[in-house]
């Protein structure tokens, strides 16, 4: 089981988005933008935080969230929406399904009411103080991400890969 499907709903800033895109490069995960993104996917700040990666990003647009539900049903698909109203933590997320869908609202304003309505028992929560909304979009993605693949044991990923330019290992 190698990498993870990252869905964005109407993502809304740019450098979040590239550098989300460069992790999901790292992770040989799939990243979908679901609905009106706050952007172009051709803005610099994509690019520049994407750095020279973002040409391999394995990306998907859909343009509703309606389109993405029909596209990957609950049934074949599990859901686990990211919220700051979830009730479990995101610890407890099944992991074992690779069709598993990691999904996160937008920056200002999260997820749709009706969304964390109708999926309410598939809604987990990052633990933090209480003293800030929420963290920022790129960091939930990489962590929520990487304990998944780590209850995964990184399958598919070399954690003693060696870069090309330099034949530096990074482990």
């Not at 990498?3 to 995960?29: H, M, W, Y």
């Not at 343009?63 to 686990?80: M, S, V, W």
Request: aromatic share 12%; hydrophobic share 35%.
């Amino acid at each position: 089981m190698t990498g993870l499907n990252i869905v964005l709903f109407e993502p809304e800033i740019p450098q979040n988005t590239g550098n989300i895109g460069r992790f999901s490069v790292a992770t040989d995960s799939r990243l979908i933008l679901a609905g009106k993104l706050g952007f172009s996917l051709d803005d610099k700040y994509v690019k520049r935080a994407g750095l020279d990666y973002w040409q391999h990003v394995r990306l998907e647009t859909i343009d509703t969230l309606d389109g993405f539900f029909e596209k990957y049903p609950i049934g074949n698909h599990p859901y686990a929406f990211l919220s700051k109203f979830g009730t479990k933590n995101y610890t407890e997320i099944p992991h074992d399904n690779p069709n598993l869908m990691l999904i996160f609202g937008r920056e200002t304003s999260g997820l749709p009411d009706s969304v964390q309505k109708k999926y309410a028992e598939h809604l987990y929560r990052i633990p933090t103080t209480g003293r800030v909304r929420s963290l920022n979009l790129s960091n939930a993605v990489a962590l929520v991400g990487f304990d998944i693949l780590r209850r995964r044991e990184f399958a598919g990923l070399d954690a003693n890969w060696m870069g090309p330019e330099t034949g530096e290992t990074y482990a």
